[in-house]
């Protein structure tokens, strides 16, 4: 499927090209040929005005997977009862999938008649089951992308280690988000917990992002976990462009069936107060709706490379997340590290790790230790 040849990049370069390679514009006004973009909801807004972020970066056409794939039969078995089957819900979602990402605000509460620009990306990743107990699941998501250049050639692929979700059944304490990148461990009610799974995202260099409590369902059709409603930080997608809110506070949705999952989000944009972080007013609503669709045939080996040769690796930055988290005393995380994005560290060890084979595990552990200290304070 990949017609060129791995090109040799730094760290650097490569999550440039792979941030290009995954803004793509796609959609379809109402009304004209499906060429043109349409915005969902917001009907009388010209496309020509509010064109989707994104660039035009296409990748190479891939075989969605017809075939329900055996975690899912395992999903399904007669045998299972609660929690065996929610577990097996949540590693129905490790594969190769083509992902898509979309957002769009659908209510302004500040009077503006239009809505912020919409987003649309897209991936190739393999999501991988890196720990799986009777009450724990560890999942990892890692960017493989090929993409046409110019004239139609393909390049890459490229690698990028990607978000990862832990999830704990009847978890004693969650990590939350307290607004103004502040996040802290707390203790989770018994009865709050009482059957339920909390779902615990990090971002690319394994920092905290959000956590939510949540329960499933499940169908012959589809298994499905609603969260309840919890605070974020910002995304990428947002904080390189917006500086007017402080916090998403919204709802997660994960529908898992046999083609792929399915993550939807209800999302309020909200203004905090910068000294006590109380919520002060409410800029926007939106909805986000990201689709895992099975594919087979793709060449993930590349990811697959990278990770037998950097997990070491980022164990230890878990390792060293978890000590600070565990102690129970709030953090604050800045966005970087002596004036460069705060993840760009991380990721030029780790590819020294890739280029050199790994440091001596002490010596690993005292620079993991000297970003962190970069990073994190007491909140």
């Known amino acids: 499927m990949v017609r060129g040849e791995v090109m040799p990049m730094n760290p650097v370069s490569r999550i440039v090209l ?33 064109p989707p972020r994104g660039g035009t970066t296409q990748g190479p056409a891939v075989e969605l997977d017809p075939e329900p794939p055996q975690a899912w039969r395992a999903l399904q078995a007669d045998s299972l009862d609660l ?15 083509r992902a898509s990402f979309d957002f769009l605000e659908t209510v302004r509460f500040d009077g503006a008649t239009e809505p912020a ?23 990892q998501h890692i960017l493989v992308m090929v993409v046409e250049g110019d004239d139609g050639e393909l390049l890459g692929p490229f690698v990028q280690k990607h978000w990862r979700q832990d999830w704990r059944y009847e978890p004693e304490r969650a990590l939350r988000y307290q607004g103004l990148q ?32 949540g329960s499933w369902e499940h169908g012959p059709q589809a298994s499905v976990w609603t969260s309840e409603d919890g605070w974020r930080p910002l995304p990428r997608r947002e904080s390189s462009v917006r500086d007017d809110y402080h916090v998403l506070e919204g709802r997660h949705r994960l529908t898992v069936m046999p083609s792929g999952w399915v993550h939807e989000q209800d999302n309020r944009k909200r203004v905090l107060d910068t000294e006590s972080g109380r ?28 990770w037998e040769a950097t997990g070491r690796f980022w164990s230890e930055v878990r390792a060293a997340w978890d000590a600070r988290v565990g102690t129970g005393r709030p953090l604050q995380v800045a966005k970087r590290c002596e004036d460069e994005p705060a993840f760009l560290p991380f990721f030029r060890a780790a590819d ?28």
């Open 352 to 379: 020294r790790v890739v280029n050199d084979g790994p440091a001596p595990r002490a010596e690993q552990r005292a620079e993991i230790e000297r970003i962190l200290d970069c990073l994190v304070t007491p909140g």
């Open 83 to 97: 929690p065996e089957r929610d577990r097996a819900a949540i590693l129905a979602m490790a594969g190769d999938y």
């Open 18 to 50: 792979l941030g290009c390679a995954l803004l793509a514009s796609a959609c379809a006004h109402m009304n004209e040929p499906p060429s043109r973009p349409y915005l969902f909801g917001w009907g009388f807004v010209s496309p020509e005005v509010l």
């Open 117 to 139: 620009t919409p987003y649309r990306s897209w991936g190739t990743e393999r999501i991988y089951v890196v720990e799986s107990g009777p009450h724990f699941v560890r999942l």
């Open 279 to 306: 919520p002060l007013a409410d800029r926007a609503r939106e909805i986000g709706v990201n689709r895992y669709q099975r594919i087979r045939g793709f060449d993930f080996s590349a990811g697959d490379a990278y």
């Open 182 to 213: 502040r996040w802290r461990l707390e203790r989770v009610n018994a009865g709050e917990a009482r059957g339920r799974w909390s779902q615990t995202v990090y971002q690319v260099d394994d920092s905290p992002r959000y956590a939510t409590l």
